[in-house]
């Protein structure tokens, strides 16, 4: 990879730190009626979690991230914070999937129940159209109050009371 390219990648990541440790949750209507709400949190081991390489081979210099990773780390940040324009597909209990407008297309996000009831982003990637509908909230957790605050209209990157760590 060339230098420039590394540098990128870290002036990415650095755009990322500001969300790193961040609590959303989703609020909508299932297709029979009934309420939900699903809670993730978002962090750079979201991610790496994402991308073909790892924060140490970052850190070691040895990675080549492919086109998807290219993608994924270009448009992340700005994902995230469009949260306001989604859409959301209810598939079941703590399964759904986010669209969101990037770059003249949408990005599809797979939100998943995995191992120990943890909700986690499983899946990121380009797609033409959208599905679903908008949901009627989209939070961020406050933990001075202890209750969402909406997202991201009142976000403050870097306010200690929207991250999960000290």
Excluded: H
Aim: aromatic share 16%.
């Amino acid at each position: 990879m060339r230098k420039f390219d590394v540098e990128k990648l870290e002036q990415k990541i650095s755009e990322l730190e500001a969300i790193d440790g961040i609590t959303l949750a989703i609020w909508g209507i299932k297709p029979d009626d009934e309420k939900y709400v699903v809670n993730f949190d978002i962090g750079i081991n979201t991610l790496f979690d994402l991308l073909s390489f790892t924060e140490y081979d970052v850190e070691r210099g040895d990675f080549d991230p492919d086109i998807n990773d290219i993608f994924i780390i270009d448009t992340f940040y700005d994902c995230i914070m469009n949260f306001a324009n989604m859409t959301v597909e209810y598939l079941a209990e703590n399964t759904i999937n986010i669209y969101v407008p990037v770059e003249n297309s949408f990005v599809k996000l797979e939100i998943r129940g995995i191992e120990y009831e943890e909700i986690a982003v499983t899946g990121y990637e380009r797609v033409a159209n959208y599905v679903g509908e908008k949901p009627f909230k989209v939070g961020v957790f406050n933990y001075d109050t202890m209750e969402y605050d909406r997202f991201p209209q009142d976000f403050v990157a870097g306010e200690s009371k929207f991250y999960w760590y000290g």
